[in-house]
């Protein structure tokens, strides 16, 4: 009797401890995901983009580079950039969704330093700052990759809401080189050259 006493007073122990464990483990993990970030939701599409200059050309494409990495989808900044950019964008946005996230990002600020424009070809050397998170990939996200179509779809509302943050805010500065090509009467992103000037996660 007195055995059986004690193996019930051990179980109910380990018990206990058990839920406490899980408790403060489930705490923990709320502590985690339910942090504040800075960067507001980008449910709305940028503003049609400026192709006119290298200079706008530029900002036109952070806009919508970030729209497309806040939606997962790539297809939407196309007609900011060259064929071959698009690959590396679209494998940036894929290899994002393999891990199960996306990028919420702002630019903080953007310092145009130089620019030499040919007639067909031209250079834009910034200084930029940003700000950024990954997301999870929520279960509404298929729909807001959907939503925006082609470039007609601009200034539509986007369903996507934010889902439990992968990660906090994190913070990066680079020196950045973009080169430009002229198609038709648009100037668009060809290639770009960034050199990070903080640590980058």
């Not at 913070?171 to 002229?182: E, F, G, P, Q, R």
Request: some cysteine; overall charge neutral; aromatic content about 8%.
């Amino acid at each position: 009797m007195k055995y059986h006493q004690r193996l019930t007073g051990i179980v109910a122990v380990i018990v206990a401890l058990v839920l406490l464990l899980g408790s403060l483990s489930a705490c923990a993990q709320a502590g985690k995901t339910s942090a504040k970030s800075s960067l507001p939701s980008m449910q709305q599409a940028p503003a049609a983009p400026d192709l006119s200059t290298p200079k706008t050309a530029v900002r036109a494409y952070l806009d919508w580079t970030s729209f497309a990495y806040y939606i997962a989808d790539s297809e939407v900044a196309t007609p900011t950039m060259s064929p071959y950019e698009e690959v590396r964008v679209n494998s940036y946005v894929q290899l994002n969704l393999e891990s199960g996230r996306r990028i919420n990002q702002r630019l903080d600020s953007l310092k145009f330093v130089s620019e030499k424009s040919g007639e067909t070809t031209a250079t834009v050397v910034t200084k930029e700052s940003w700000t950024y998170r990954y997301l999870a990939i929520s279960a509404d996200q298929s729909g807001a990759m959907n939503a925006m179509g082609a470039m007609g779809g601009m200034g539509s509302m986007v369903s996507t809401q934010d889902a439990a943050p992968v990660d906090v805010d994190e913070y990066a500065k680079y020196d950045v080189t973009y080169t430009l090509v002229k198609e038709g009467k648009n100037w668009v992103v060809d290639s770009v050259d960034a050199k990070a000037t903080t640590t980058v996660k």
